[in-house]
């Protein structure tokens, strides 16, 4: 198995943060979120969008995660990235980490903190400590792309996809609901519907490709297929988790 061994790179600052994306942690004063743009091959940009919700302002706000075997976190200069910006009242501002991955295919969790003071009153400041998990899985690294009838079958009877698997689950929606939620949620074409038969299609940011043939009825049967085994492996793993 090749190792998995990951970076986060400082990118850049934006002097105004988006309200979309997913909580990565807050208290009573802070809120940090976080949202992965499109990757590049084993790059992955996310962008942090730092929230001032207290009335007084903030500042020495520091990024950190831990180094772990798999996951490194390169810094401009020892010890935790310090961001370029204070926060007042209400203000929002953002930065761009990239993360430089070389194995896309395990999923993790990655630990670290945040650490600001906030100003509770003229000349005095406290200091706190946000703890979080960031998530990381395959789906993350999905890209949509077209494909047409012709290429999916072409591709189903090629020797390029040399790996496979099949899995049942339990069907808990409607069809038409399962299948937007798969294909949202994996970010995977729709090819084909006939019936309760859908083929769907993705590629990875490595370019890695993936068939997907499902049939309803009932429950959820899922045969999958692609280029690469860790891909179909790990793809299996995130099917499992989800909730159709």
Same mark, same amino acid.
């Given at each position: ?27 009573? *004063? ?6 992965? %743009?499109? +990757? ?15 009335? %007084?302002?903030?500042? $020495? @706000? ?15 200069? +020892? ?14 501002? *953002?930065?761009?980490?990239?993360? !430089? ?35 990381? $899985? ?20 090629? $020797?390029?996809?040399? *790996?496979?698997?099949? #899995?049942?689950? +339990? #069907?808990? !929606? ?9 294909? &949202?949620?994996?970010?995977? &074409? ?26 309803? $009825?009932?429950?959820?049967? @899922? ?22």
């Amino acid at each position: 198995m090749i190792p998995d061994i990951m970076s986060l790179e400082e990118n850049g600052v934006s002097s105004t943060a988006s309200p979309a994306g997913v909580v990565l942690g807050e208290d009573e *004063s802070l809120s940090v979120r976080y949202h992965p %743009h499109v +990757p590049s091959h084993s790059n992955l940009s996310l962008s942090l969008d730092f929230s001032n919700m207290a009335p %007084h302002s903030i500042s $020495n @706000i520091k990024f950190d995660i831990s180094d772990s075997i798999n996951t490194k976190l390169v810094r401009s200069s +020892p010890g935790s990235l310090s961001m370029p910006f204070a926060l007042t009242p209400g203000q929002a501002n *953002s930065f761009t980490l990239s993360l !430089s991955l070389q194995s896309i295919y395990i999923s993790q969790k990655l630990r670290g903190s945040v650490t600001y003071f906030i100003e509770t009153e003229p000349g005095s400041k406290d200091e706190k400590i946000i703890n979080f998990t960031l998530p990381l $899985n395959l789906a993350m690294f999905i890209v949509s792309a077209p494909c047409t009838e012709e290429q999916f079958t072409d591709l189903i009877a090629s $020797n390029n996809l040399e *790996s496979s698997s099949t #899995l049942t689950l +339990p #069907l808990s !929606s409607s069809g038409d609901q399962c299948i937007e939620q798969f294909s &949202t949620d994996f970010k995977l &074409t729709v090819v084909e519907r006939i019936g309760g038969a859908v083929s769907l299609y993705g590629k990875t940011s490595r370019d890695d490709e993936l068939c997907v043939l499902m049939k309803l $009825n009932g429950n959820i049967s @899922i045969d999958i297929k692609g280029s690469d085994s860790q891909l179909v492996n790990s793809f299996v793993d995130l099917v499992n988790s989800a909730k159709l």
